[in-house]
Every structure is written in C-alpha cells, then in structure tokens.
C-alpha cells in the first residue's frame, strides 16, 4: 500500500505561484508513474499533470501547459508541482495519485493510489 502525503497548498493571488509536494511511503516509489489531479467545488475531478518513473516524460493537461511544471526527486521519493501564473479557475483540491502504468499518459487513465487531498485558492 503506498501512502501519499500532499503538502504546500494554501491562498495566493492572481498571477502568483505555489509549488505542492507529495512524499511517499513506498520504498519502490521509483517504479511508480506519479501525477497531480484536481477537483473543484461542483465539478469532476479531473487530470493536471503526470511524470514517468524516470522523470524523462511528463504529461499536462492543455490548461496548465505552459504553466505548470511536475517533476521528481525519486532519492527523496517526492513528486512536485510548481504552479505559475495562476488563475482563479486553477482553484481547487489537488490530489497527488500514483500508478503502476507505462509511461505518463496512460496515468490519466489509471491510477493506484490517492493522496488526501491540498487546497489550492487563487483571489482575483
């Protein structure tokens, strides 16, 4: 069972900049595909951003493109997401996911494992 831990939420204004971490439990967290979902108050959850094991391939939802970076320290068994330019739209909880799938596309389709969750608020 690996436990995700999500950290590095909170209020920014329009245009600032945030960057979330997730730590896992699991000693092989190296062999997991590691991303970032998030849910906003009345709408799906849905996909922002996903690394491969390696860190050599990452995946975005087109509106984070340009924005968001994901990235991992597989020695400190984190995944990160480092958020600028935000927008009051990017308001939401953000939750850090792992899979036992190939690659960082297919992590949008299928996920093993669920953090519990870090609120992000972004004023106008």
């Known amino acids: 069972q690996v436990q995700l831990v999500e950290s590095g939420g909170g209020l920014v204004q329009a245009g600032g900049s945030l960057r979330l971490s997730c730590a896992a439990s699991?000693?092989?967290?190296?062999?997991?595909?590691m991303g970032w979902f998030r849910q906003a108050p009345g709408k799906e959850r849905e996909f922002v951003a996903a690394?491969?094991?390696?860190?050599?391939?990452?995946h975005y939802a087109d509106s984070v493109v340009g924005r968001f970076t994901i990235s991992r320290d597989n020695a400190k068994n984190t995944v990160y997401l480092q958020m600028n330019s935000l927008k009051p739209e990017d308001t939401a909880v953000y939750y850090c996911?792992?899979?036992?799938?190939?690659?960082?596309?297919?992590?949008?389709?299928?996920?093993?494992?669920w953090g519990q969750g870090t609120q992000v608020t972004v004023s106008s």
């Open positions: 690394v491969n094991w390696s860190g050599g391939s990452t």
């Open positions: 996911v792992a899979g036992v799938v190939a690659g960082a596309h297919n992590l949008e389709y299928e996920q093993d494992y």
């Open positions: 699991e000693r092989t967290f190296s062999s997991y595909a």
